[in-house]
């Protein structure tokens, strides 16, 4: 399991360093207003390519600082323990992806909504 854990570990440096990359990019597109984005919500005003990016970018550093978070969450006494844990539908869910696609090529399960 060590091996796992410095897996996790690696990762979350690798994830530290492109949402640092994300965020450097993200500040360099010009942001709109808020009355902006309320209009592009609206249909009043178009979507501008400098939006949808700053949309993108913010999804992308999201998902990174979740994925990061979760992997930090991964030591030797958290696994120890593991057997303690109360887990959601959509952690459970993840559980039989994982095992469908080792399994059955990748068929099976497919994002389920049940959570």
Same mark, same amino acid.
């Given at each position: 399991m060590s091996e796992v854990i410095q897996t996790a570990e690696e990762v979350v440096r690798l994830l530290d360093e492109a949402m640092e990359k994300l965020q450097a990019?993200?500040?360099?597109?010009?942001?709109p207003t808020l009355q902006e984005v309320a209009e592009i919500r609206q249909g009043t005003r178009p979507l501008t390519e400098q939006a949808y990016l700053l949309g993108l970018f913010q999804r992308a550093i999201l998902a990174a600082e979740n994925v990061a978070s979760d992997l930090r969450a991964i030591d030797v006494e958290m696994l120890r323990k $593991?057997? !303690?844990?109360?887990?959601? /539908?959509?952690?459970?869910?993840?559980?039989?992806?994982? $095992?469908? !696609?080792?399994t059955e090529? /990748?068929?099976?399960?497919?994002?389920?909504d049940d959570e």
């Open positions: 990019a993200q500040t360099s597109i010009p942001a $593991v057997h !303690e844990l109360d887990l959601s /539908g959509v952690e459970l869910n993840a559980i039989e992806q994982a $095992v469908a !696609e080792r090529g /990748g068929a099976g399960v497919q994002g389920r």
